[in-house]
């Protein structure tokens, strides 16, 4: 019979102590109605039973219950995340689940919630001194909130943030690290932008006779206003009609894309080997 200190399903390796359900629900901050009802549905594995038929979980529970959080805040119903869930590998870890939740998180503007400190660090599960909210806002996952000791959250960062805060990176370190992911990846989207905008968006306009803005016929640029009866706002939903199916795919080949270019680098920089394969092409990539 497994113990207290026996591994928990999808512990993803961390060295962090069992919780019980009632732990789970707390940091998770759903009722343990909940997670036992996942639990019937195939949505989370198993807890392992310790003494006194006690089941102990593990950070990849909590990442899996933050996860379907996370796609069930994009409008999923429970069987579409059911379909979601199938498709990862049987043996995901936290940090994997962490990280899809941040792709899907980051399919959802203005997603970030307002927290106090106690209810920050009760979702982290441990304390948290200044220089850890100090480094928590550098990497983006928490920023100051409108009232004394609250915070805005960034739900899809905050657990992938959490991992670096016992490792001994210095506060300018990360401070250097946002500046240059933020100057490289605001170049992408602007070139994306104009890529989506000159190909995708105004071939779509030309379609629809008599309803968009046209081309200017001196500069061919598009034009600044619109038909009769074509609002801001109506352009406006047909842009996010147009583009919604196209920006996850985006940010999952931007993801794809970064992680081989980074394995790249460190192989040539250390020697390192990849710790493992990516799935699929790379963007661009030839067919195989």
Do not use: C
Not at 54 to 63: E, F, K, Q, R
């Amino acid at each position: 019979m497994a113990t207290g200190t026996t591994a928990v399903p999808g512990a993803g390796g961390t060295d962090e102590p069992p919780m019980t359900v009632d732990e789970l629900a707390a940091r998770a901050g759903v009722t343990v109605r909940t997670i036992r009802f996942y639990g019937t549905r195939g949505l989370l594995p198993p807890p392992v039973i310790g003494p006194r038929r006690v089941g102990h979980y593990g950070p990849g529970h909590l990442s899996r219950l933050a996860l379907i959080e996370e796609l069930q805040r994009q409008g999923m119903t429970l069987a579409a995340v059911e379909r979601y869930l199938e498709q990862l590998p049987p043996d995901i870890g936290a940090h994997d689940l962490a990280i899809h939740r941040a792709l899907v998180a980051s399919w959802v503007p203005d997603s970030a919630e307002v927290v106090t400190r106690e209810q920050l660090e009760r979702r982290l599960g441990r304390r948290l001194g200044d220089d850890d909210i100090d480094k928590l806002e550098a990497m983006g996952a928490v920023a100051r909130g409108p009232g004394p000791g609250t915070y805005h959250v960034d739900p899809g960062l905050l657990m992938l943030a959490a991992e670096l805060l016992d490792i001994p990176i210095a506060y300018e370190t990360i401070l250097a690290a946002r500046t240059i992911l933020l100057e490289h990846t605001r170049s992408v989207a602007h070139e994306l932008t104009r890529l989506f905008r000159d190909e995708v968006w105004q071939p779509y306009r030309d379609r629809e006779p008599g309803d968009g803005p046209g081309r200017n016929e001196e500069s061919g640029e598009p034009s600044e206003r619109g038909e009769p009866g074509d609002t801001d706002a109506e352009r406006a939903e047909a842009m996010r009609t147009l583009s919604a199916p196209i920006r996850p795919l985006i940010v999952q080949a931007l993801v794809t894309a970064f992680q081989r270019s980074m394995k790249e680098e460190l192989r040539s920089a250390f020697g390192m080997a990849a710790d493992r394969p990516a799935v699929g092409p790379a963007p661009g990539d030839p067919g195989r």
